[in-house]
DNA sequence: GCAAAAGTGTTAACTTTACACCCATGT
DNA sequence: ACATGGGTGTAAAGTTAACACTTTTGC
């Protein structure tokens, strides 16, 4: 590793902050990922990030640079892991504190609120590239978070609009941890664990029987949850 | 807060490692806490930590606290959580990378080998004092998360001595978890589980019936979860 | 021989799985 | 009227939970 003056006092002891942004779309669970304008692996694909602040906290920094992109706040959003090897950023000890969101990819267009955004784009996760740095650890390391967080929090209803049908939430499932579901038994386990509840509306403009939509009550959810009960999928 | 050119140079953009380190003994669950022998907090309980070292990569320093503390290596040893807010530290940004260790406590005597081992003890999880920093989230953050993790990892080994029996292991989730297990049940399902190994030896110096020394084979484990199979007491 | 913990089986309650047809709607 | 996905029940298999007595050993 090369360093000198100006890249040491540049990037000894920085940190910046990595957010592995999620949204599940047509079927697919897809990352928001930008195409790298600066120096260092100019024009690859990298997970969205940022140097800390030094006036700001870990997950405001997180928070910021979701909304950077996406105008959102209030997102579900979550410290992954950090990483800190020696070697991790080409130009000096960088340590990345990584973070996972995730969003309802219908709620918002892509509006650039940073020099950035005008190159973010979604990608499907069975098809990421190479990316800069150590960020397909860091995808890897988000990908099976949720994977394993999906079966035991109830972290699904993030991904799909406020009103969905039962069947987009099966779908949701069937393709995140790539198994099949039957549908009968899945619709009887979700409905008697009693919190979702059918909003009186059904599906619009499909060319067959209209789904009821429900919602996802999370203020039920948390009561059960302080009852003792444990989501289990 | 208050920042002379001093405390800016040397606190500005750093980075500790704080480990959180567990072991089991007579029953209950333990924390190895130091006193501090520095200036902020002195004389007041704290994990063990460190500033990281520039050519040392975060799982190592980790280690190297654990190693220093207790002469203990290859231990089971996780990355927790980052903590970076901007007050955490009085005398500018600090931010600390925690880990836990899960260490047997009667494989070792604790050896004073760095200058703060003089002062470190094993305090019960359950008889915590305020520490230092934030360090009381710290702890408690570490606890939440071998507690959700001992029921579908097979981490609670990691604290018994190589071999146990099988009440020891019962006892172990038992209080940990602070639930009373039926020990007929318990006893059944763990032995089906196939990865357990009696060693052919039996308790000495007990003044009752000896129980059966048992041990976990890991290999064996690794095979069972490869195959599809979940831990689940 | 007695105190103390080790070790062991059966049944009922509950949960999970497998499986197929009729229904509502748009074209 | 037909194509498309929506919506529903039952029985068998498997899992979990509840429960009490005999065995071994040291003193």
Chains 1, 2 share one sequence.
């Not at 949204?23 to 928001?32: A, H, N, P, Q, R």
């Not at 996972?100 to 918002?108: A, V």
């Not at 892509?110 to 397909?136: C, G, M, Q, T, Y």
């Not at 988000?142 to 609009?161: E, N």
């Amino acid at each position: 590793m090369q360093k000198d003056g100006r890249m040491q006092q540049q990037y000894h002891n920085t940190f910046s902050i990595d957010n592995v942004i999620l949204g599940f779309d047509s079927g697919e669970l897809k990352v928001l990922l930008i195409e790298r304008a600066e120096e260092t692996f100019i024009g690859q694909m990298a997970l969205p990030g940022n140097l800390v602040r030094e006036d700001e906290n870990l997950d405001s920094g997180a928070a910021r640079i979701l909304f950077e992109l996406t105008g959102l706040e209030e997102s579900h959003l979550e410290q992954l892991y950090t990483f800190g090897d020696v070697n991790r950023h080409p130009l000096g000890r960088v340590i990345t504190v990584a973070y996972y969101s995730l969003i309802r990819i219908q709620d918002f267009n892509l509006i650039p609120r940073s020099s950035f955004a005008r190159k973010a784009s979604w990608v499907k996760v069975s098809e990421i590239p190479s990316l800069a740095f150590d960020h397909n650890l860091i995808v890897n390391k988000a990908l099976k978070r949720i994977r394993g967080k999906l079966r035991y929090k109830p972290i699904g209803f993030d991904l799909l609009p406020e009103k969905f049908t039962l069947r987009q939430l099966q779908e949701l499932y069937e393709s995140i941890l790539q198994i099949p579901i039957d549908t009968r038994n899945f619709r009887k386990k979700i409905i008697t664990y009693d919190f979702l509840v059918a909003c009186g509306e059904k599906q619009q403009q499909v060319s067959h029987r209209a789904a009821k939509l429900y919602h996802f009550d999370k203020k039920r959810y948390q009561e059960l949850e302080q009852q003792g009960f444990n989501f289990d999928l």
